[in-house]
């Protein structure tokens, strides 16, 4: 079973909205800073949004400052991504990935990713 799922990737209109979530099994998550990262096509992997464990601090990439809230639900194993007033340039594959423990960046595991399409 893979560590990390992500879901709600989609075809949005510039402009709209859309509401990523990552679900985790087998991981104690509650103790993990958790990342979103994305792809855009012919681009590398840019860094997001990340919140750490407990009061969960955020932390955003300026490019989505003020449009992206990054959330967890600990008790479902969740990680949320609201993405707002998308741009084109949002278009990507977005990935959760889990940091280790104490950590908030040396990933340990990484979802399959989920598409996001921004296009009228």
């Known amino acids: 079973e893979d560590p990390l799922v992500e879901s709600g990737g989609g075809l949005v209109p510039p402009g709209g909205s859309l509401r990523l979530s990552c679900v985790a099994s087998?991981?104690?998550?509650?103790?993990?800073?958790m990342s979103w990262v994305r792809q855009g096509p012919g681009r590398g992997l840019e860094w997001v949004a990340a919140?750490?464990?407990?009061?969960?601090?955020?932390k955003y990439a300026e490019p989505v400052k003020g449009r992206v809230v990054i959330s967890r639900d600990d008790a479902k194993k969740t990680v949320y991504l609201e993405l707002n007033s998308l741009k084109t340039e949002d278009a990507a594959v977005y990935y959760c990935?889990?940091?280790?423990?104490?950590?908030?960046?040396?990933?340990?595991?990484w979802g399959q990713g989920t598409r996001v399409t921004v296009s009228s």
């Open positions: 990935a889990s940091a280790r423990a104490g950590t908030w960046w040396q990933y340990d595991y």
């Open positions: 919140i750490g464990s407990g009061v969960g601090t955020t």
């Open positions: 087998g991981l104690t998550f509650d103790n993990l800073a």
